[in-house]
């Protein structure tokens, strides 16, 4: 099972959980919760010592003092969360959940999709806040062409085409020091908006333009997009009384989803209508391949709706940590540029898979900081039945976290893991470095694994090559801190200085 190095393996076994004796659920470690109110208290404000925006660090506190295996009861209004650091365990998890793995998802658009709009969702309501048989059918359809090369491959100039586009924009952005403006996670925000409507629904939504009016539909789909970033996470994290009475911020993300969903409509009737135009169904777009295939067009609405609900945060705010990243890290920079000067000579070529194939160094500094600051920080799953975990019987129904940013950093697991150090991905390097294969999962793992990862992997390699092949970017201003807002990031203005290189 073991496929990573055998000094790695042995030091995992030492510090492997005591599996002998199977002890009660009761006996889990954990914080305990006073008794009537629990252990909720902890994440109010004001008396609690828990901020939602801290819970990166929580996470690695209830690690340290409790150890691999830890659990969270007296939650109000929602089951126990256990914890679990052992990426040996996580991995007999994966590996046993059959073929409809429960992930806990938001529940506001469960709401929303079950109750709210249940007529448009219907018996296939996609695959966010879905679950079980529903689920499977609904991705079984699509994930074919989502996750298929060939098909992601088409989508390498369109996304050049819009990244050229928003490099464009950084150079005129640029102050009197050749720095961003405060709001530049905006600007990126704009660039994935810009992706993934090329994506999902074949448009060029038109979210780079410049000075767009109020009521442009770019403006109010930036400003929805902007809604979704701040406000879910107070709904779901912070005041969850919209479950039980219609609250203002509810009521606007009704608006919102609503919003989205009459633009995915009105741009996929449009590609109807060009498909039915179309001779040449070889080339065809992944929209075009979903509605070829399914006789109803909602179901490539709402595969467009659920990418757009979770393709644009995560992958912003990857890109944010990924810039900041390269921005303090000079020598690091330095070896992706003379990697890019070697395969792409002409720092205008059109780029190729076959280049992008060779981007080496690139992709491993992306897995990198996606190790050591995991954008998601941990990923979720309800068990489905009965399961020994580190020596404790877990019922079945209990919600695990496997929180991604502690583990990929556990030593035993992971050499030198508060180091940085992108080699550690690289063939190269593999005999002087082992990383447990399910320490670092940014994507998730198995039947659920993100649907979006070729194109999120795509979209972030594009963006480096041509960003990095031609300019510096450096940050010189307090060091920002790394913070959940729903995702993990940094926190505070991303002021990048932009310069062009000499070579
Ligand atoms: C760097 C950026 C991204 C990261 C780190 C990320 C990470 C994740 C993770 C951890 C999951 C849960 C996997 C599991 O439960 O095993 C997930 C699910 C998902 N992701 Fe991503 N993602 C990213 C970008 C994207 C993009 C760009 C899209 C859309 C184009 C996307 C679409 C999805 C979808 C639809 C799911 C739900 C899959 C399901 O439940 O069947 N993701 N992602």
Redesign the pocket.
Known sequence: MQRWSGLGRRLSQLAACPSEVVRPYQEVPGPRPLPIIGNTWRFLPVVGDIEVSDVAAVSQKLYDVYGKIVRLSGLTGRPDLVFVFDPDEAEKVYRAEGDTPY?PSMPCIVKYKTEVRKEFFGELPG??GVHGEP?RTF?TRVQKPILQPRVVKQYIAPIQTVTELFIERMLEMKDENDEMPDDFDNEVHKWSLEC?GR?ALDVRLGCLDRNLPNNSEPQKIIDAAKFALRKIAILELKAPYWRYFPTTTWRKYIENMDYFRSVCMKYIQMALENLKKKDNKQELSLLERILETEKDPKIACILAL??IL??ID??SM?VCSVLYQLATRPEEQQKMHEELVRIMPDPNCQLTSEMLDKMVYLKSFIKEV?RMYS??IG?GRVLQEDTVLCGYRIPSGTQLVFPSIVMGSIEGYVSEPHRFLPERWMKCDRDNHYIHPFASL?????A??????R??DLEMQILLAKLIRTYRIEYFHEPLEYKVTFMYAPDGNLKLKMSKRKE
């Not at 659920?448 to 990862?453: I, K, N, P, V």
């Open positions: 992930r695959v966010i689920w991705r993934i994506i659920d990418l979770v393709g995560t992958i990857a996606l954008t998601v990923i940014p994507y998730g793992f198995g659920r694994m993100c649907l979006g990862r194109f999120a």
